[in-house]
Structures are given as structure tokens and as C-alpha cells.
């Protein structure tokens, strides 16, 4: 009642009705402790995902209140604005998505064609990257699929490319890269020309919602 979700019941092994109750009680407690933490990832997970995002997106409203007016512009701006909408909307469901998946232990995966997806959001991240000075380049196979969710394939593969802008300076070139291996296995890889990673946080980097500092991250998705 306390909020403390560590502590359990103590069963005897006398096999009564006390153990059998403790049993249920721990049952419980456990699942509760399970959805607790589910929740606060989901919350963590949100915050971290959809921060760019909206940071973007304010950005290019901000570019469009200040410009001269123009109807035609506007437009544009406004159609922009909506799909920068519908890009968040399928991030905050992707983000619960992967909540569930966590909560419930388990999940139907689906055999996703990656070629299409990753040349799609090559395309979309060119202007981004042109933006800052940077150049995105793309060498993705044909005919490579995988066993996986789509949206949360698109969301692990923007959060990469992402962080790859975000910490390659100007004139720096990035490149997403898509081959199958030797093993059958799919190998999705972002690089950049940025400063790199200290080798005393390349442990640290994998590790969840973990931000290091003026570092551009390198990491590479392999699936079967």
C-alpha cells in the first residue's frame, strides 16, 4: 500500500490456503509492478521520440510566419504542417505500440518489405539533411524484407538517421545502407563522417534513452 512493488508475500510450502493466497498476492503484484514500468517507458520513450519532431516542426512554422506574405506559400506551409502532423501522429502510435509490446510479452511480427520503406525515408530526410549543409546519400538493395512491425521498423530507422544529422557538422555526408548478409540476415546501417564516438561510451550508447554529448551515433540493425 506503501508503493513499495519489491516486496512480496512469504509462502511456508505448506500448501494451504495462506500459500495459496501469498501465491495470488505475489501474481498479482508482479503484473502490476510489470504495467508500472511499462508505463513510465512509454512516457520515456514518447519524450525521447518526439522531441526532434516537434522541435522541426515549430521550426518550419516559425520559417513560415516570417517570411513575406504570399497565399500560394502559405499554402504550402500549411500542407507541410499537416504532414509533419501526420508523421507525429504515427510516431506517438509507433512509440505505443512498442509500449504494448512490452507490456504484453509478446507480439505477431509480419513480413515487412524494407526496400521500399528505406528508399521512402531516404528521400524524406534529403531535404532535412540539405538544410544543415549536410548530404544523405542511400544504397539500399532490392528485394529485402524482414520479420518485424512496419511502423516501429520506420521509427528505429529515423531515430538513427536522425541522430546522425543532429551530430555531424556542416558539409558532413551520412549514408543509410540496407544489404542481406552472408547468413540471410538483413543488415540496415547508418554512417557518418561526424566526431564519432569515445571509445568510453560505446557501451553506454546502446543503452536506453542514454544522449551523449557533440557525439554522432553509428549504430547498425541486423535482422533475421
Known amino acids: 500500500m506503501a508503493g513499495d512493488l519489491k516486496r512480496r508475500a512469504p509462502i511456508r510450502g505448506a500448501g494451504d490456503e ?5 501465491a495470488a498476492m505475489n501474481g498479482m503484484l508482479d503484473r502490476i509492478e510489470q504495467l508500472m514500468h511499462t508505463t513510465r517507458n512509454a512516457g520515456d520513450a514518447i519524450a525521447h521520440d518526439l522531441r526532434s519532431p516537434l522541435t522541426r516542426f515549430r521550426q518550419k512554422l516559425e520559417a513560415a510566419l516570417d517570411a513575406p506574405a504570399n497565399s500560394d506559400a502559405d499554402r504550402e506551409a500549411l500542407r507541410n504542417a499537416a504532414e509533419e502532423a501526420d508523421r507525429l501522429v504515427e510516431t506517438f502510435s509507433a512509440v505505443l505500440k512498442l509500449a504494448r509490446v512490452e507490456g504484453a510479452g509478446n507480439w505477431r511480427m509480419q513480413r515487412v518489405e524494407a526496400t521500399t520503406l528505406l528508399r521512402e525515408l531516404i528521400e524524406f530526410y534529403e531535404p532535412v539533411a540539405e538544410e544543415k549543409g549536410q548530404k544523405l546519400l542511400g544504397d539500399v538493395e532490392d528485394d529485402l524484407f524482414v520479420r518485424g512491425e512496419l511502423g516501429l521498423l520506420a521509427q528505429a530507422a529515423s531515430n538513427l538517421i536522425e541522430n546522425a544529422i ?32 569515445a571509445p568510453v561510451d560505446r557501451d553506454r550508447v546502446v543503452e536506453r534513452f542514454v544522449r551523449l554529448k557533440a557525439r554522432a551515433l553509428r549504430p547498425a540493425l541486423a535482422w533475421g
Do not use: C
Request: proline fraction near 5%; avoid cysteine; charge should be negative.
Open 18 to 22: 495462506f500459500d495459496a493466497l501469498a
Open 166 to 197: 543532429k551530430y555531424t557538422q556542416e558539409g558532413g555526408e551520412l549514408e543509410l545502407r540496407a544489404v542481406r548478409r552472408p547468413d540471410g540476415r538483413i543488415e540496415i546501417s547508418v554512417a557518418d563522417n561526424g566526431p564519432g564516438i
